[in-house]
């Protein structure tokens, strides 16, 4: 059976050594990323197709979002996935004190991004740009333009899916401080850090793309 | 209806009946031999060769020309499949100049057929022998679809976008029309019949009609929704003139340009925003909810009329005046 | 009694929180048979409904949710897990020589989000029931249909997600953990068509998920996604929808391919004959499948040149399915042929199969599918494939692989007797609707024209028979459990590493991690005749197997 007499204590009875263990959870995150691509994917397409439907009213209604916050936020979420890198480097060298601080910056970060986008969402629904019954216009003739109100219905999915991310990256890096003050990581083992690593260069992609998608559609 | 005793292909009442069904004959030859063939094969192998069968067992375990066989044989009859049905298809969304065009409205759970001339059916289909028909049809709801199996022929019925079938009936009598797209509670019931009649009966049919015509009903409501408030015919108004609208090409805000076809000008009054002229603002209330689609057709038959120049769309002839 | 995985632990706790694959399969397997009986019943309701003209059993309403009922169950809740989610669960890591997948929490936790799924989904019938076909098109299900459509939709999108991580699992199990010479090429065709399978499921079912939450967000808060009112565009469901769901069809399809090249060659006693054709026909099917989503719209507005596209590339699927028919009859040729139940399922699924599969190419050839686009035709075809096909794959496997699950062999006399009458129902039951298609009637009709009955009634009746079929083996196979008689570790004489431990296995499926040496399907065609020539008859099943040393055991 279990021929690990000798084996180290974070080897899953599963695995035969400690590369197989490494390899699979490496090529299973990425497989996992592989299917957020798709999923988001589905949306991306969705919303290129009404983007070159409507594109005059999608420009005057992305103007209406704050630039410079989603400028901002865009550094935030950047400097966040640099603080990501250090915490895998500080785990790869066995600086714990560092790593525990990386991973708190993330958390810190992510958590200003998504206090900035629960600012930008308020801001919109007293300026009645939330899709739905209390959706109001002005420029145009009568108050529901349809494809304007389609563009808050994709900006509101959009950043909507991509904060609910956020939010599991946050339960995700606060586990991960939690078992990096229990001395789980070493040089020999930091494997969780390096996968939820990934995940969160991930959501920050996403975002890379969101905001031109969404912010940038013709500032001249 | 014609009488039914068992039959095991529906009437052939279009010119395109006989082309599909003889393509339906060939994939069923096709498809008898293989099947025929498999089932024989393995049978008789499970068979000829069950356990405890004395028979030479000498084996192969691979064979590329083998593979490259029954790769390759699938292969051109498939093609030859796929050519012939494409070729056909072609033809059925090809319709010829002078189509005489009506005008279907789906709706949750019936059809409303209008002739140009005037005459409003539900549920039925008059139609001529031997005249190329066009169906301009549009869903006031969810999507269905027109289906006449005698014809070989349907078309999904979307809702803001017109789709288009065509055909020339070949047989007189009385067929099924059917919903074929699932569309809720009563969509079985959203059928009816399609009646194909000597030309001469057609004309007399035809003229039976009570009521006003499209284009009539659309001056009236051109009037009645104040349209003419704005669109005045010396283009002093707020939005553009009309005049002779039908089939010209339409400069648009943003860019490009458009031709003023019935899906422009049904999107014009349902849905102006989709499309502004150049040089105007986009100020259009859109009708959705005041006018149905049946309405927004009527209107467009009375551009249409209105217009001297329909050249750029499809040759549509009204029966009248061929006959 | 030997520890093996099932008598290992008794306590309910055991199970629930089990990471034995083997258990979790068994726990798949109980949950995917409630669901296939639920969405069988369904069928009988409405195929009764049918033997009238008129509409005279159900209200229109209800009979709409029938269908709908019986497509999303049967879709979702059977089709797409059935021979993953149980036969590869259990046999994958076995076959491939590993003491478990390589994430075994991952897996519990797709059996829940299965459980999870399946809640929401009977919480929608308890609503009221869904009327929206399992299709989902808009605006009908968005805007318009009074049903609890959002319940529907979160079941589906929850369950997805079990899909997705089952198949997640299996892609990196089959990577990273086969056994020291278990290379790709003395892999058991089993675990090349799962592999598949897994890709279709990682690549397509994210779509879905994203599409019915789509549909759910249009729903919830009344705004316009797909609704032309508001600005949107109902195709593009169609689309989204589409480019999982045609894929999806290969999901449930490919298992069973599969599970079928086991069989032949376990009860022909000889190779696959062209192992890597088969095998890369797996994966041909699964990259083709992407690229055919439009030929459910060549009558939706779709350009007709992207109709032509679309007809020629599913054109094109049916050569990798004809390469394996025609592999398989190969493998027949010059075989030791056994006629014994899984046997007469696998043969069963190659005929059928290959009239489904011819069926399908009157349906992607364009001027045809305009007239049988929606009508029974399509109906036939596909039930032809997925029940005809892949139902009876997944039964084959379930007698074969039922020893090794379970220690116990069924009945085989009655295992017989059941495979007939569901190959006769089966006929009976969907051959006529081929020609109901034809002549015009379309699907989800509650009542027809007079001049259908007969064909129909023919259908209900066959109905019956299909419905006992299916009763026959729930009856045997839980009887075995307890009364059905003991096996050895290779009951069948067959080739492949769930042959060579014990049965059931333990729960680390091997005493000694097999170290593998020799080619796929080595089996030795002559020494069964010769064997079964000198044995008694009565002695088949106990009679020891041929030296089949997969294994060196000197590890």
């Keep these: ?220 | 209806m014609s009488d039914h005793s068992f039959q095991v292909i529906p009437d052939m009442a279009s010119n395109f009946s006989m082309d599909v069904d003889i393509l339906y004959g060939f994939l069923v030859a096709v498809a008898l031999i293989f099947s025929t063939l498999i089932c024989v094969l393995v049978i008789g192998f499970g068979i000829y060769y069950r356990r405890g069968a004395k028979v030479d067992r000498t084996i192969e375990t691979h064979s590329n020309v083998q593979e490259l066989i029954w790769a390759s044989v699938p292969f051109v009859l498939v093609m030859i499949m796929f050519s012939w049905g494409a070729v056909v298809f072609f033809d059925m969304k090809t319709p010829p100049e002078n189509t005489l065009d009506i005008e279907v409205v789906g709706k949750q759970w019936m059809w409303k057929i209008q002739h140009a001339e005037g005459r409003t059916e539900i549920n039925s289909l008059h139609v001529p022998l031997g005249q190329a028909i066009r169906l301009r049809m549009i869903s006031e709801d969810v999507i269905h679809s027109f289906y006449v199996p005698a014809f070989r022929l349907k078309q999904d019925v979307l809702p803001a976008y017109f789709s288009q079938l065509w055909f020339t009936p070949t047989k007189t009598g009385t067929f099924h029309l059917f919903c074929a797209e699932y569309c809720g509670t009563e969509h079985s019931l959203m059928k009816g019949t399609v009646t194909v009649m000597d030309p001469q009966e057609y004309s007399q049919w035809l003229s039976e009609k009570t009521g006003d015509g499209p284009v009539q009903t659309g001056e009236k409501l051109f009037t009645q929704f104040s349209c003419d408030g704005c669109h005045k015919t010396d283009g002093t108004g707020n939005g553009p003139s009309l005049a002779g609208i039908f089939g010209k090409v339409r400069p648009l805000n943003g860019g490009g340009a458009a031709q003023a076809d019935e899906q422009y000008l049904r999107d014009a009054i349902l849905n102006p925003h989709k499309q502004v002229l150049t040089g105007y603002k986009s100020l259009m209330p859109s009708f959705q909810g005041q006018l149905t689609e049946s309405d927004a057709l009527a209107i467009i038959a009375y551009l249409k009329a209105n217009s001297q120049s329909p050249a750029a769309a499809p040759a549509s002839v009204t029966w009248n005046d061929a006959h | ?555």
């Excluded at chain 1, 999608?58 to 990501?84: I, P």
């Excluded at chain 1, 808050?152 to 990256?169: D, E, K, S």
């Excluded at chain 3, 027809?448 to 028979?465: I, R």
Aim: hydrophobic share 50%.
């Design chain 1, 1 to 220: 059976m279990s021929a690990h007499a000798d084996s180290p204590p974070f080897l899953r009875h599963q695995f035969d050594d400690v590369l197989q263990q490494r390899t699979s959870a490496a090529l299973g995150m990425w497989a996992f990323l592989l299917t957020e691509v798709m999923f988001f994917g589905g949306l991306f397409t969705a919303y290129t197709v009404y983007r070159y439907w409507y594109y005059p009213e999608w420009d005057q209604a992305s103007r209406q979002l704050d630039v410079y916050l989603g400028a901002f936020n865009t550094f935030v979420l950047l400097t966040s996935s640099l603080t990501m890198a250090f915490a895998v480097d500080s785990a790869a060298t066995g600086k714990q004190k560092a790593l525990r601080r990386n991973i708190l910056l993330t958390l810190f970060f992510g958590i200003v991004f998504v206090g900035i986008k629960g600012i930008e969402y308020t801001t919109k629904w007293e300026h009645h740009l939330v899709p739905g019954s209390h959706f109001e216009w002005h420029g145009m003739s009568g108050l529901r333009v349809p494809a304007i109100e389609l563009f808050y219905v994709f900006y509101f999915i959009m950043t909507g899916l991509h904060a609910f991310h956020m939010l599991i990256g946050f339960g995700l890096l606060f586990t991960l401080w939690i078992q990096a003050r229990m001395g789980k990581f070493s040089p020999e083992y930091y494997t969780p850090v390096e996968m939820i690593g990934l995940y969160w260069h991930f959501v920050d992609i996403i975002w890379v793309f969101l905001f031109p998608l969404l912010y940038l559609m013709d500032r001249s």
């Design chain 3, 1 to 555: 009694m030997k520890r093996n995985y099932l008598n290992a632990n008794y306590s309910i706790w055991s199970w629930l929180l089990t990471g034995d694959h083997k258990r979790i399969a068994i726990l798949y397997l109980i949950s995917i048979t409630l669901f296939f009986f639920i969405g069988g019943a369904a069928a009988v309701l409405f195929r009764l409904e049918l033997l009238t003209p008129q509409g005279d059993l159900v209200i229109p309403e209800d009979y709409n949710k029938l269908f709908t009922l019986h497509g999303v169950v049967m879709v979702f809740f059977f089709m797409v897990p059935s021979i993953p989610a149980v036969l590869g669960n259990f046999l994958l890591p076995i076959m491939i020589g590993a003491r478990d997948l390589a994430f075994p929490k991952l897996n519990l936790a797709s059996w829940y989000l299965y459980i999870i799924g399946g809640i929401f989904t009977l919480c929608a019938l308890l609503q009221g029931g869904v009327d929206t076909g399992w299709t989902f098109y808009t605006p009908y299900s968005s805007t318009y249909s009074n049903t609890a459509v959002l319940s529907a939709a979160l079941g589906v999108f929850v369950v997805g997600f079990s899909s997705i991580l089952t198949a997640l699992n299996f892609i990196i199990t089959t990577h990273t953990m086969r056994a020291p010479g278990m290379t790709w090429f003395r892999l058991p065709l089993f675990i090349w068509s799962n592999y598949a399978t897994s890709l279709i499921i990682m690549l397509g079912t994210p779509v879905l998920a994203i599409t019915v939450m789509l549909v759910g967000v249009e729903r919830f808060c009344h705004v316009g996604i797909f609704d032309p009112r508001l600005g949107g565009d109902p195709v593009l469901f169609q689309h989204l929808f589409w480019f999982y769901s045609h894929p999806a069809v290969y999901i449930m399809l490919l298992p069973s391919l599969g599970v079928v090249s086991e069989l032949i060659a376990c009860f022909s006693h000889k190779r696959i004959f062209g192992y890597e054709f088969v095998a890369f026909s797996s994966l041909a099917i699964a990259i083709l499948g992407f690229l055919v989503w439009g030929h459910h719209m060549f009558v939706t507005g779709q350009s007709m040149y992207a109709g032509f596209v679309f007809s020629f590339i599913s054109m094109l699927v049916a050569i990798p399915s004809a390469i394996k028919v025609f592999n398989w009859t190969a493998t027949l040729y010059k075989g030791s042929i056994s006629w014994s139940t899984p046997m007469m399922y696998a043969l069963g699924f190659i005929g059928l199969f290959t009239i489904g599969g011819l069926t399908g190419l009157f349906l992607a050839t364009m001027a045809i599918d305009v007239h049988v686009h929606d009508t029974y035709f399509v109906v036939a075809h596909f039930h032809y494939i997925m029940v005809g096909g892949a139902v009876m794959g997944y039964l084959g496997g379930i007698h074969f692989w039922w020893p090794k699950m379970t220690g116990r062999m069924y009945p085989e006399g009655w295992g017989r007797v059941s495979a007939v009458l569901i190959f006769a129902g089966f006929n009976l039951t969907f051959f006529p609707q081929f020609i109901l298609g034809y002549l015009g009637m379309p699907r989800r009709y509650y009542v027809y024209p007079d001049e259908f009955q007969v064909l129909n009634v023919m259908s209900s009746a066959g109905a019956s028979v299909l419905g006992l079929g299916y009763l026959l083996p729930l009856g045997y196979l839980i009887w075995s459990l307890k009364y059905g008689k003991k096996v050895g570790k290779n009951p069948w004489h067959a080739y492949g590493l769930e042959w060579e431990t014990d049965s059931p296995p333990p729960t680390f499926n091997f005493d000694v991690m097999p170290v593998v040496t020799r080619p796929a399907y080595d089996y030795d065609t002559e020494a069964i005749e010769q064997q079964y020539a000198e044995s008694d008859p009565q002695d088949q099943l106990t009679a020891p197997p041929p030296e089949y040393d997969l294994v060196n055991t000197k590890h």
